[in-house]
């Protein structure tokens, strides 16, 4: 079990081993809360000044996300380096890995190859993933042409940076392209306007040798954002498997060790050359949509992801019971502290769970926390999204 | 929802609420881990540096458990109070609790009474709570008298500090009593020496206006020492329903809010007066017999500490699976630093969670870690505990 590059799992030992982790926000607080059972410590850091994680894990170090003396300090203090925001720079990572010995997982081409959504999406048809049509688009004339390749309306994104739907923009028709390519404000590439008939999501995992994907999880987006993840999706049973098979082969086309989420359209295949999945998006990281494998599943994503980039053996998938969760987003006009009221609802609720983030300022739609509803075999899928929706929408960030 | 002396729930502000705890040992450290999720805060406060807590929560304060300015610092930090470890003195909580107008849960008045076994039995014996026969025993002939009364061989109780059977010395007649009281040196018990059928355990909480308890667990000791935890215990339904009555009763005898760990001896009612549940000892905290609960329930005994202390409402107590749990004892000959080999084989088996308490230090018997195995609802819990054992028996923190 000794890993050459990890910290090795044949023998735990005391202290440590330590994982240093680039981003202290909410995925790195629960990849703190993860690793505490295994023993394993963490070290993040983070530009901002006791971030979420800071006050479950070990230490942070403060700075941006692409800063040397941050990053380098990082690695001399950890076994291995990972990431929990794309925002990490990749040649940073590869420069103090290379300086500190300390290996990177996943592997910064990959991240390098994610960060950029047009490389990212060559990566995948290049490999004969099902993806949505595409065209790069760098100028007016080019999203142009592009909509005479792909039709009216399509989806303008920006290659970089962006998130929960921010730099995407739906462009209607060629009038509205000027205005597009101003708000995009950079290289960007154009999709064909999916008719999906729902969102799908797989978090897969590449470990030392082992490989593994979670149940497929269904995810409900508003305004581009998503809102809640159930699982089982209520999929037909050949979707969910090829939705599975998609899953492991976009997992063959990553490097390095780690959690992934990989968002899907399910489309009809009568309009899309036979196929039911194409692949949206891809994250190197724990993923929002799979928050609900904390109690969902025997063994969630974010201690997966630490087994995983240790090089320990994963711990199993199997969904313990189904399971619904629900974004605490910050439902306020402006930016303001951060509470929850209302927070007794759910914790009243049984079998629900809360996660609070420890986010000092609510922002409008920024996330929060979540909820999670888990019931027990054979309950139906639809009405613990229900309920989950109703113990959210009884809290609120709004002032009293 | 909002406690007049505690946190309140009503509303979750950012940070906090902080939750002192007097003990960063496993049982702080598991507490640290369920308050995360919550948004629950810790400080801990130890005499050892660095404590198993440390690294997964807020802060520690490094001190004693009886020292003035250790406890003061931690109640001036804490929202609420509370403790880990019996050590905890409960004048001082009392007298920093009043400096500082922060409360104490549970109270220190009952574990001034639980510190002493012999007016721990007398609490409950004086409330019709059926417990073993016993004697207060001083001298040797009390204990003479004892034996005399209780019959010969009989078990001897030191008063104060005994734990994972340390101050409990059998006596096998009159011969050995000089040196049993020797052993026990200082005031002590006597108890008759129970033909039980099996031991049992039962978690129990005391919220804000609410009580609960969680399903009864088999426990198998060996040497005075808990060995392995399982629930549903192998007890006909009838006894299990006794044993959640007694614990009811316990509960009403207590004071404050917290999760309070009830041990009890299974006997057979022909041969104690029709009475099938016996009270063996009762611990104000989370207990060892309920670490299953973390994985095994909808609600953890942890997580649910530190709702009951911060008078937030209790999560459902409700088994989501048959569980088995194993303790990691130190199986060393002397003192040396602490690892585990063979957690691989732990981390690879499905449905097992590894829980590796950051001692730096394994001493014979010592707790170091646990693992619990969940099976699926209308498993067999015996075969699940061969399981556990299997994998305990295939780790050691013995040197190669």
New interface residues.
């Given amino acids: 079990?000794q890993e050459s590059d990890g910290a090795g799992?044949?023998?735990?030992?005391?202290?440590g081993p330590t994982l240093g982790v680039v981003g202290g926000g909410q995925l790195g607080?629960?990849l703190?809360?993860a690793a505490?059972?295994?023993?394993v410590?963490l070290v993040v850091s983070d530009p901002t000044p006791?971030c979420p994680a800071r006050?479950?894990?070990?230490d942070q170090v403060v700075g941006d996300f692409d800063d040397y003396e941050t990053l380098r300090e990082l690695a001399e203090r950890a076994d291995v380096l990972t990431f929990e925001i794309e925002l990490a720079d990749p040649d940073t990572l590869d420069r103090v890995s290379e300086e500190t010995g300390t290996p990177v997982h996943p592997a910064p081409e990959t991240l390098r190859t994610i960060q950029d959504k047009y490389v990212q999406k060559e990566a995948l048809a290049d490999r004969g993933i099902p993806v949505p049509a595409y065209r790069r688009v760098d100028t007016v004339e080019d999203l142009l042409a592009a909509g005479d390749d792909l039709g009216w309306p399509l989806m303008l994104k920006a290659r970089r940076g962006g998130y929960d739907g921010r730099g995407n923009v739906p462009v209607e028709g060629p009038d509205g392209a000027e205005a597009a390519m101003d708000a995009v404000a950079g290289p960007a590439m154009a999709e064909e306007m999916l008719d999906f008939e729902r969102e799908l999501a797989v978090m897969g995992l590449r470990g030392a040798g082992e490989r593994d994907t979670f149940p497929v999880t269904e995810t409900i987006h508003r305004e581009e954002i998503l809102r809640e993840s159930i699982s089982p999706a209520r999929a037909a049973d050949g979707v969910r498997a090829r939705a599975q098979e998609v899953a492991d082969e976009v997992l063959d086309a990553m490097d390095g060790r780690g959690a992934f989420g990989i968002e899907l359209f399910q489309v009809d295949p009568d309009d899309y050359d036979g196929e039911a999945i194409l692949v949206n998006e891809i994250a190197p990281r724990p993923h929002n949509s799979g928050h609900w494998t904390?109690e969902g599943c025997?063994t969630s994503q974010f201690e997966n992801h630490v087994?995983a980039v240790l090089g320990?053996?994963l711990?199993?998938t199997?969904r313990?019971?189904p399971a619904a969760n629900a974004n605490l987003l910050g439902d306020v006009e402006e930016n303001r502290?951060?509470?929850?009221?209302?927070?007794?609802r759910v914790?009243?609720a049984?079998?629900a769970?809360?996660?609070?983030?420890?986010?000092?300022e609510a922002r409008p739609l920024r996330k929060l926390?979540h909820v999670t509803q888990?019931g027990?075999?054979g309950d139906d899928v639809g009405e613990l999204l229900e309920r989950v929706r109703g113990l959210r929408d009884a809290t609120t960030c709004r002032p009293e």
């Avoid at 502290?337 to 007794?344: K, N, Y």
């Fill in positions: 079990m799992a044949g023998t735990l030992p005391v202290p607080r629960m703190g809360e505490g059972p295994l023993g410590e006791d006050s479950v894990v070990r904390i025997l087994r320990w053996p711990g199993a199997d313990r019971a502290p951060a509470e929850l009221r209302g927070a007794d914790l009243e049984d079998g769970a809360l996660h609070w983030y420890c986010k000092r926390g888990v027990t075999d």
